[in-house]
């Protein structure tokens, strides 16, 4: 199957590399062009916009920082959407906002096209090795079309409902990620300020019931103060702001996620904006 690939970074790059060798044939973009040279080399076509990707696929996905980036790449000039065949699919798999996702939903579906929203949680790491949680909403048909993909970039794929569902699950995500984050940040600074072994504290903690997925993958770079990006901070404040855009929406108050929410911001305002999220210790420590 032909598919185009649009937003080839942290994330994109691996999951892109991961359909070329299931055996799809990709054409690819990205607004930085070296980015692509990795999947030019493993066989991967260079498209030379969103336009000519889409003309050559019969699905596209993209893995883009914000919903401006996905409607630009969706409807702005040499966009996808002017080039897509009816009866193509259209995946976003970045994580941006529901309403806009059932809006663009809308917007293609005149043009006979399906949109599934398909946002991702399991990190660079999950991304490299293929082992994705991916978060699908859209058409049930659709959805079954584009399986087999999803296959090659997660091992845990599950089918939300209809648009928008997807990147409500990723926000119902990022909420229980943020406090496991927050917990691992402050869990590390107080071992530190009790002057206990780190390593030990990370080991001993991980294998009891506190344990989790930010304690083992993100506690020891925070031991050994590595900031480098897996998930940047500019993009998990962006997750937070959007979770509470569907708290406003819901009428519900969520004291930790908005905690987290404010701490994101003022991470952002400190300009730690491209570290990664293990960064947020960097507010106290
Ligand atoms: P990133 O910033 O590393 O990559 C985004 C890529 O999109 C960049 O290569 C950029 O050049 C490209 N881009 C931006 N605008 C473009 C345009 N108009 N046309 C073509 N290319 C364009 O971000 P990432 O970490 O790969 O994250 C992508 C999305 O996935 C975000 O929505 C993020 O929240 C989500 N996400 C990230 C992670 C993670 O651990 N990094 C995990 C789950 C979900």
């Known amino acids: 199957m032909q598919v185009g690939f649009i937003g080839l970074g942290i994330m994109g790059q691996p999951m892109a590399a991961n359909l070329i060798k299931a055996g799809f044939t990709l054409t690819v973009f990205d607004r930085d062009e070296a980015r692509a040279v990795p999947l030019v080399e493993m066989g991967a076509q260079a498209g030379a916009s969103p336009a000519a990707v889409a003309g050559a696929s019969e699905m596209v996905v993209t893995m883009l920082p914000e919903t401006p980036h996905v409607e630009a790449v969706l409807f702005g000039e040499n966009g996808v959407a002017q080039a897509l065949e009816p009866g193509s699919v259209f995946i976003d798999m970045s994580t941006i906002s529901p309403s806009a996702t059932v809006e663009f939903a809308g917007r293609l579906r005149e043009r006979s096209v399906e949109l599934l929203d398909a946002p991702v949680s399991g990190g660079q790491p999950g991304a ?59 869990g590390v600074r107080v071992a530190s300020a009790a002057g206990l072994d780190l390593k030990l504290t990370l080991q001993a903690v991980a294998g009891g019931a506190a344990g989790s997925w930010m304690w083992s993958n993100l506690g020891p770079r925070v031991a050994e103060q590595d900031y480098r990006p897996g998930f940047m901070i500019r993009h998990h404040a962006k997750d937070l702001r959007l979770t509470v855009q569907l708290l406003e929406e819901l009428g519900i108050a969520a004291p930790g996620a908005e905690l987290c929410h404010r701490l994101f911001q003022e991470a952002m305002q400190k300009g730690f904006g491209e570290l990664g999220n293990q960064g947020l210790i960097k507010l106290w420590w």
């Open 128 to 186: 490299k090795a293929g082992r994705l949680s991916i978060m699908v909403g859209g058409d049930r048909a659709a959805y079954d079309r584009a399986l087999p993909l999803f296959q090659a970039m997660g091992n845990n794929v599950v089918y939300t409902g209809p648009n928008g569902y997807g990147q409500k699950t990723k926000l119902v995500n990022q909420i229980v990620g943020s406090l496991n984050l927050l917990a691992m940040v402050e």
